[in-house]
C-alpha cells in the first residue's frame, strides 16, 4: 500500500522501513512508560511516547537524518540549509554534524532564545530573517540559488515524514494492542509518518492530530478539502505555529487520521504542568498538545499513547508561560505561506 499526493509521490511500507535503518544507529528508540497519574485523570490506560528525550530535544532528528542520510555525497557537500522555528533547525543541524556537513538555519527575528542557543552549540550558522515563515522560505529559496545550498524541508518531504514514521513503529513494537494515539500538528510531518506507520500494519488503531485553536492549518484544510493559508497564526506552542500545510501531508492526513481535535492556550498549559507535576517530564508547549488533546477527547477508549514530540524549554520560559496572555503571542513557525 503507498500513499499518493496530487503530484505523484508515494511513500511505500518498505521506504519507511528502509528509513529505519538508515537512522538507527544515530537516533534513540526513545522510552514508551505508562503514567498512573494520568491514566487516573484520563480514565484510560495511558503511555507516554517521550520522544522529549530523543536527539536534539524533539521528534525532529529523525526525520532530518532521513532526508541528510539519502543525499548524495555531492548534495551534502553542497552544504545544508532550512527554515525553522528551533526544533527542525536542530534537527538538520544534528543530522549535517553526523555527516560532518556545513548547515545554515534561517530563523525568525523573535526565536525561543533556548533553541538558538543550542543551534550554536551544534555549530549551525545561523540567521535571523523575518518572522512569518513563507519570508523565511523565501530566503532559504534565495540562499540556495546563490550558494547551491541543498534544502531540508520541515514536513513536506517523502523521505522526512518516512523518518518521522520510525516513532510509530516503536510504538508498535513496544505496545501491540494500542487503541489509539494522540500527535501534535504544526506542518503535518510527523502525524502523516506516524499515521502511515500505524494505519497500514493496524488500521483498527485510532489516530487524532491535536492543533491549538488559533493554529489549525491542518484542521482548515480539512474543512476545504485542501490546504489553506491562517490569515494569522496565534500560538505558545511555536513547534505547531504552521500558516499552511501541504498536498503530501493533507492527503496522508485527510485518507488515515480519524480526527482532528483543537485545543486551548490553557489546555497546553495546564497539561504542560500536569506532565511536570504529576509525570516528572518537562515538556515544551508543543509537546504537551498530544496529551491536551487526549484529556479533552470524550471518545477516548485506550490503551492510549500521547506523543510528546519535544521538550527544548526551560524551566524559566515555563514560568513565562504560566501567565502568558495567548492573544499578545503572535507566531508563525514552520509552515510556509503561499497563495489560497
Do not use: W
Request: with cysteine.
Amino acid at each position: 500500500m503507498s500513499i499518493h499526493n496530487t503530484s505523484g509521490d508515494s511513500i511505500s511500507p518498505a521506504e519507511l522501513n528502509a528509513a529505519r535503518n538508515r537512522i538507527s544507529s544515530l537516533i534513540l528508540h526513545t522510552p514508551l512508560v505508562p503514567s498512573p497519574a494520568i491514566s487516573e485523570r484520563a480514565g484510560v490506560a495511558v503511555h507516554l511516547k517521550l520522544e522529549c528525550f530523543q536527539r536534539t530535544g524533539s521528534f525532529k532528528a529523525r526525520g532530518a537524518l532521513s532526508k541528510v542520510s539519502s543525499l548524495t555525497p555531492e548534495q551534502r557537500q553542497a552544504g545544508l540549509i532550512c527554515a525553522s522555528s528551533g526544533n527542525h533547525g536542530l534537527g538538520v543541524a544534528y543530522a549535517s554534524a553526523c555527516f560532518r556537513t556545513r548547515c545554515v538555519v534561517v530563523l525568525p527575528e523573535d526565536v525561543n532564545p533556548h533553541k538558538f542557543a543550542l543551534l550554536q552549540k551544534l555549530g549551525a550558522e545561523l540567521i535571523k530573517f523575518g518572522i512569518a515563515s513563507d519570508v523565511r522560505q523565501e530566503k532559504v529559496e534565495e540562499l540556495s540559488r546563490k550558494h547551491g545550498y541543498t534544502q531540508v524541508h520541515p514536513f513536506s518531504d517523502p523521505v522526512l515524514i518516512a523518518g518521522q514514521a520510525t516513532v510509530g513503529l516503536e510504538v508498535l513494537e513496544d505496545l501491540p494492542d494500542v487503541g489509539e494515539v494522540y500527535v501534535p500538528i504544526g506542518g503535518g510531518g510527523l502525524i502523516s509518518g506516524i499515521a502511515l506507520a500505524i494505519k497500514t500494519r493496524r488500521p483498527g488503531t485510532r489516530i487524532y492530530g491535536v492543533e491549538p485553536v488559533h493554529s489549525n492549518a491542518m484542521s482548515e484544510a480539512l474543512r476545504h478539502r485542501r490546504p489553506v493559508v491562517l490569515p494569522e497564526v496565534r500560538t505558545m506552542a511555536d513547534g505547531l505555529a504552521a500558516a499552511t500545510t501541504e498536498d503530501l501531508n493533507f492527503s496522508i492526513v485527510h485518507r488515515y487520521v480519524d480526527d482532528v481535535l483543537l485545543v486551548s492556550e490553557d489546555a497546553i498549559r495546564d497539561a504542560m504542568l500536569f506532565l511536570l507535576e504529576k509525570a516528572n517530564v518537562l515538556v515544551e508547549p508543543s509537546g504537551a498538545a498530544s496529551l491536551a488533546g487526549l484529556f479533552m477527547n470524550t471518545k477516548k477508549m485506550g490503551p492510549s499513547v500521547a506523543i510528546l514530540s519535544g521538550g527544548n524549554i526551560t524551566l524559566q520560559q515555563l514560568d513565562k508561560h504560566r501567565g502568558l496572555d495567548p492573544s499578545q503571542n503572535t507566531s508563525i513557525g514552520e509552515g510556509r505561506s503561499r497563495p489560497a
